[in-house]
C-alpha cells in the first residue's frame, strides 16, 4: 500500500419476492394513472428532495428517475435495483475483455491481469446487491451495500496496472458510476432504513466466540484434526492424504455444492467442508471464490503446515492477486496454518492473506510477509489468537474486522531507515460500516525489527477507521502514534482513536492532533459485540473471545 484493497433457498426467494414487488408495483401504478403527466411531475419534485441529501445528487436523480424505478414505493429498493442492472453491465464487458486478455497470455507465464480482478470482483458485487436487497437485517444490508462499493475501489486500484485502452476505459466509467449507484443505496439505507439496528447487550460479557458460528463450526474449531474431525479431503505431500494439492481439494469439496448468490450470512456453516492439510510446506497460490462457501482450512499448528506463495508487484502482479491464499466465499474459517508470502521486502506490495467472505474466522493461525501481508477486503471478520509480521501497511482493507488477542509483529524495512505502518483502513464512504478494531493485542517488535520507527495506521482512503484498545503497545511505537498519508489527505474525514492500552508506547501526550482518546462509550462501538454483531455469530464456536471491552 506505498504512495505511487433451507436458508440459502429462502434467501433467494425472499430476493425473487422483492424483485417482483418492486415490479408488480410499478405495473399497478402505470395502470391506476390518469393523469400520467402531473404523476411525472410530482414524482420528479419527490426524487429532487429525496436526493437532495445523498453525496451523489446527479447519480441518485438518474437511479430513482428511471422507468422502472419511478413508481416504486421504496426509493432504497429502486436503487439498489438500478445498481444492480450497471453492475451487471459492467460485469459482462469486464468478463469479454479479460477472457480476452486470458486468450492473448495462454501457454504463457504471465500474471494475470487487473481486468480479470474486475470481472471477478462484478460478479460479486451483483450479488451482494442482490443480497441486500433481500437482507433481513439493517446491519447485513449495511454490509453487503459496503462490500459491493468496496469491490470497486478495488477494481479500480487493479485497472491502473491495465495498459491504457478503449476497453480498459470503458470499464474504468462503468465502474466509477455504478460506486455512485452503491453510494446512494447506501445513503438511502441510512436515511430512510435507519443504517444499523444496534444490537441488545450481550447477556454474558464474555462467550466462548461470537455467536454467529454455529454448533457444528464451534467443534470444528476446538477440536484438532487428528482428535476426531472426519474432514471431507487430507492433503499430504507425502501422498497419504485425497489430494496433493489444497487447490484440488478446495475443488473436489465443491464442486456438489449449489453455488451461494452472494456474501449473506444464510446458509453459513450449513454444508461445511473441512479440508485437513497436514504437517508439511505448500508452495501453491490457494483460491476461494465468492461461490464456495463454508470452506475450512485445518492444518496441524503454526509453523508445522506451512502455505508459501511468492506473487509481488514487482513481478508483474495487482495486490488483490498476490495473494497467496485468498478466501472470498462466506463462512472461510482457517485454524492452525502458516500463510506467508516471500517475495521479500523490496517486492513492493505482496500480500500474504486476502479474506473477503463475510462471517470469516482465522484462528491459531500466523501470517507474515513483508508490505500488505494482510488484506482485509471486505465484510464481516474476526482474528484471533493469530501472528501478524510485517512492514508497510501489513494489516490493510475495508472489512469490519475485529482483531482480536492477537501478537501483531512490525518487521524491519529495507532499505532501512525508513517508518513502519500497521494498518493502512480503506473505508472510501461516510455510510459504510467498516474500520479496524485491534483489541486486546501485543503490538511488539520482531527480533529482526532494529530502529524502525512504527506507526499504528495511516490513512489509505478519505473515511478511514481505526482503534486500538486495551493492547499492550512496546516502545518502538512512534510518540505521534500516527502517520499522515500525504500532506492534509483524509486528515478531516478519518477516524482514529485508542482506548485504555498499556505498555511504553501507549503514552498519548505525544499523539497527533487529528487523533483521540476514545471515552468508554466510543469504544464499545467497536467491540465483537456491537461491531461486527459477533454475539449472533461467534458464541457457538467454543473459541475465546472477549464480547465487550
Not at 182 to 196: D, E, P, R, V
Not at 337 to 363: E, F
Not at 459 to 464: D, E, F, Q, V
Request: include cysteine; charged fraction near 20%.
Amino acid at each position: 500500500m506505498e504512495m505511487h484493497g433451507g436458508r440459502a433457498s429462502r434467501r433467494r426467494q425472499r430476493r425473487q419476492e422483492a424483485v417482483a414487488m418492486v415490479l408488480a408495483l410499478a405495473t399497478l401504478t402505470l395502470a391506476a394513472a390518469p393523469a400520467a403527466g402531473e404523476q411525472q411531475e410530482a414524482s420528479g419534485a419527490n426524487v429532487t428532495a429525496i436526493c437532495s441529501s445523498t453525496p451523489y445528487p446527479g447519480a441518485c436523480h438518474t437511479a430513482l428517475s428511471s422507468s422502472a424505478s419511478r413508481a416504486a414505493k421504496d426509493p432504497f429498493a429502486a436503487s439498489v435495483q438500478f445498481a444492480m442492472a450497471r453492475a451487471a453491465s459492467a460485469r459482462a464487458l469486464a468478463r469479454n475483455l479479460s477472457a480476452s486478455s486470458s486468450a492473448r497470455r495462454r501457454g504463457g507465464a504471465l500474471p494475470p491481469s487487473g481486468m480479470d480482478d474486475c470481472a471477478e470482483l462484478l460478479d460479486a458485487s451483483h450479488a451482494q446487491l442482490g443480497d441486500a436487497l433481500a437482507a433481513g437485517s439493517a446491519h447485513d444490508a449495511e454490509t453487503w451495500l459496503s462490500a459491493a462499493l468496496t469491490n470497486q475501489d478495488t477494481c479500480g486500484d487493479s485497472l491502473d496496472a491495465v495498459p491504457a485502452s478503449a476497453g480498459r476505459e470503458g470499464v474504468l466509467r462503468r465502474v466509477g458510476a455504478l460506486a455512485e449507484f452503491i453510494g446512494t443505496a447506501l445513503a438511502l439505507h441510512a436515511k430512510l432504513k435507519g443504517g444499523s439496528a444496534s444490537p441488545p447487550p450481550s447477556a454474558a460479557p464474555d462467550r466462548a466466540f461470537p455467536s454467529w458460528v454455529p454448533d457444528h463450526d464451534m467443534k470444528l474449531i476446538l477440536e484438532s484434526a487428528a482428535g476426531g474431525v472426519t474432514p471431507d479431503a487430507v492433503v499430504a505431500l507425502d501422498g497419504s492424504g485425497t489430494h496433493g494439492t489444497i487447490g484440488d481439494a478446495i475443488a473436489a469439496v465443491t464442486s456438489a455444492a449449489v453455488p451461494p448468490v452472494g456474501s449473506s450470512k444464510a446458509g453459513v456453516g450449513a454444508g461445511r467442508r473441512v479440508i485437513y492439510v497436514k504437517a508439511g510446506r505448500y508452495e501453491e497460490s490457494v483460491r476461494i471464490s465468492s461461490r464456495q462457501r463454508n470452506v475450512m482450512l485445518m492444518g496441524d499448528g503454526k509453523g508445522k503446515t506451512v502455505i508459501v506463495g511468492h506473487r509481488s508487484a514487482a513481478d508483474g502482479y495487482t495486490t488483490y492477486a498476490s495473494a497467496t491464499v485468498a478466501a472470498m466465499g462466506p463462512g472461510f474459517i482457517a485454524k492452525g496454518l502458516t500463510i506467508i508470502n516471500d517475495a521479500g521486502p523490496g517486492k513492493g506490495q505482496a500480500v500474504a492473506l486476502r479474506v473477503g467472505g463475510d462471517l470469516s474466522v482465522v484462528y491459531q493461525c500466523d501470517i507474515e510477509a513483508y508490505q500488505d501481508t494482510l488484506h482485509t477486503h471486505s465484510n464481516r471478520q474476526f482474528y484471533t489468537e493469530d501472528g501478524i509480521s510485517g512492514t508497510v501497511d501489513f494489516i490493510f482493507g475495508n472489512s469490519a474486522v475485529v482483531i482480536q488477542n492477537c501478537d501483531i509483529r512490525p518487521r524491519k524495512r529495507r532499505p532501512s531507515g525508513q517508518k513502519d505502518t500497521i494498518t493502512a483502513q480503506g473505508r472510501t464512504d461516510p455510510n459504510q460500516n467498516t474500520g479496524i478494531s485491534i483489541h486486546k493485542c501485543r503490538i511488539a517488535a520482531a527480533s529482526d525489527l532494529g530502529g524502525t520507527e512504527v506507526y499504528l495506521g495511516r490513512p489509505w482512503k478519505a473515511y478511514s477507521r481505526t482503534v486500538v484498545m486495551g493492547s499492550s503497545l512496546d516502545r518502538w511505537i512512534a510518540p505521534a502514534g500516527w502517520l499522515e498519508w500525504s500532506g492534509q489527505f483524509a486528515l478531516s474525514t478519518l477516524y482514529y482513536g485508542e482506548y485504555g492500552n498499556t505498555g511504553p508506547g501507549a503514552g498519548t501526550g505525544g499523539r497527533v492532533k487529528w487523533a483521540t482518546s476514545l471515552s468508554t462509550v466510543d469504544a464499545t462501538r467497536f467491540t465483537v459485540r456491537d461491531f461486527i454483531l459477533g454475539d449472533s455469530w461467534l458464541g457457538d464456536t467454543g473459541v475465546s473471545y472477549t464480547s465487550g471491552l
